[in-house]
């Protein structure tokens, strides 16, 4: 070992002893959260569940050995990119000494990126190897490049796929910030504080008490059973697979929404949120007050644990979100309602769907929720390392990212692009719903999105809802028997 690795090796384990040749390696019990994501892949990982991707283009050189040199310093660095799953004789996430990233790179015209990324998402990953991470490049010839992007002297199209039981799409956000400071290093990440990891979060989990939880879930549940589906009963669709349906609110549109929210002290999510409640009181066809409920994602970084916003880890999960809606209240009161229950589960941000479930006793005296909303944000990198990278030729194109596939009949995620308009993708399980009628219901969506600020103090949901006109919803099948649980 040089004694450049023993002081990075010091570095990432700074008060935790060394590991000798034949002694057990570090381990947590695995979270909760993580649980039931980790066992799934175990027992198949070609399904392309709980694995997730961001791409972008890469605007200038790329060395790629240097590349490969600068994730490899990051995995010495972050413990997560060297964790394993094991199951017996209790379920752990194991820590190793060394892992290795996969770094892939093909020459211009040799692949398609629809399909690599379509068979990189079904190679999954085996969670009892470390690694969760692996990172694919595509050089893009002047002929596949978009048209903003023609007469760049040299872009790479560049692929992380990770597994969502280790990692979250805020912790890759952070892992990018360490690879770009490790590349304009050389491929060495230099020094710095100390973050906490996961080995911090799970001895934080242990110590919470979930009796307060599990009587604020049980107090909250819904008497009876809510509307799940913004789609009525429809035949199974013949298509199969993950289907991805988008549209987008222009700038403009963005931003009066924003505005409008943002002035009667309501986030963008509230917005969001009873846009989707709105979409599944519909499709119940309800006339008289009905409650509706869907999942939503809480970042898990809402935590009495410092710096945990640049923890790397799994703790991103889904809670669930009921709400009754009233076609006579106005739908302002409905906003507001969605912006304190959202406030009120962020106290409870490090528990999952699983855990209420069990606590409730859902979904067994009743249907699962079948939809989770998203609104996704992107932490752009720190000025200071945007223009040092500019500073060597190299620039970062806007991210994208592909949500996680699961057993859901959709995942709607909302996310802001680099030139202010919202984008909203509707994840769907093809079987169920149609490519067709998933479009159909993010379009509902968005004219939706778009009615709202000009929603005056009292107008009713009703009214509001009046913009779909005679639009029949989209229809979806139910879940296959023996699906969930």
């Not at 093909?106 to 399909?115: F, I, M």
């Not at 049980?218 to 589906?229: M, Y």
């Not at 924003?258 to 009667?264: G, I, T």
């Not at 769907?353 to 752009?380: A, F, I, N």
């Amino acid at each position: 070992m040089t004694g450049w690795s023993r002081r990075l090796r010091e570095r990432i384990s700074p008060r935790r002893p060394a590991v000798t040749a034949g002694a057990p390696r570090p381990s947590v019990p695995v979270a909760r959260p993580q649980h039931d994501a980790l066992l799934d892949s175990c027992a198949d990982r070609h399904t392309g569940r709980h694995v997730e991707q961001v791409w972008w283009y890469w605007h200038g050189p790329l060395d790629t050995q240097r590349f490969t040199a600068a994730w490899q310093s990051v995995a010495g660095r972050e413990v997560i990119l060297r964790a394993a799953f094991e199951r017996e004789p209790q379920p752990r996430v194991v820590f190793h000494n060394n892992a290795r990233t996969e770094v892939v790179r093909h020459p211009a015209g040799t692949v398609d990126r629809d399909e690599l990324m379509a068979r990189d998402r079904l190679r999954g990953f085996d969670v009892g190897r470390p690694g969760p991470l692996r990172v694919t490049l595509v050089d893009v010839g002047e002929d596949a490049r978009p048209e903003a992007l023609r007469g760049s002297a040299e872009v790479t199209w560049v692929l992380l796929t990770f597994h969502r039981g280790l990692l979250d799409a805020r912790s890759v956000s952070v892992l990018l910030d360490e690879f770009s400071r490790a590349y304009l290093e050389g491929g060495v990440l230099p020094g710095g504080e100390r973050r906490p990891d996961i080995r911090d979060w799970a001895h934080w989990l242990e110590r919470q008490d979930t009796a307060a939880a599990r009587d604020f879930f049980n107090r909250i549940a819904p008497d009876g059973q809510p509307a799940v589906q913004p789609a009525l009963p429809g035949p199974r669709t013949r298509q199969s697979g993950c289907g991805r349906a988008e549209t987008r609110l222009a700038a403009a549109e963005a931003d009066r929404l924003h505005r409008w929210a943002a002035a009667r002290g309501l986030p963008d999510s509230s917005a969001l949120h009873a846009a989707w409640a709105l979409l599944l009181y519909r499709a119940a066809n309800a006339t008289d007050p009905a409650p509706v409920g869907f999942a939503i994602t809480v970042s898990g970084r809402g935590i009495a644990l410092d710096a945990v916003d640049r923890l790397v880890g799994p703790l991103r999960s889904c809670l669930p979100m009921t709400v009754r809606v009233d076609p006579a209240r106005p739908v302002i009161r409905l906003l507001e309602t969605l912006r304190d229950r959202a406030l009120d589960l962020a106290a409870y941000e490090w528990t999952c769907m699983e855990q209420v479930h069990e606590w409730t006793g859902r979904p067994k005296s009743g249907r699962p929720l079948d939809t989770v909303v998203s609104l996704e944000t992107t932490p752009r990198p720190p000025a200071g390392l945007r223009a040092r990278l500019a500073a060597t030729g190299v620039r970062f194109g806007e991210r994208h990212s592909s949500g996680a596939h699961s057993l859901l009949l959709t995942a709607l995620l909302a996310r802001p692009a680099d030139d202010g308009s919202l984008i909203l993708t509707a994840v769907h399980d093809r079987a169920r719903l149609s490519d067709a009628d998933a479009g159909r219901l993010v379009d509902q969506c968005a004219r939706l999105l778009r009615r709202l600020p000009a929603a005056g103090e009292n107008e009713t949901v009703a009214e509001v809802l009046a913009v779909l006109g005679e639009d029949e919803p989209p229809r979806a099948a139910p879940p296959q028997h023996g699906m969930r649980d």
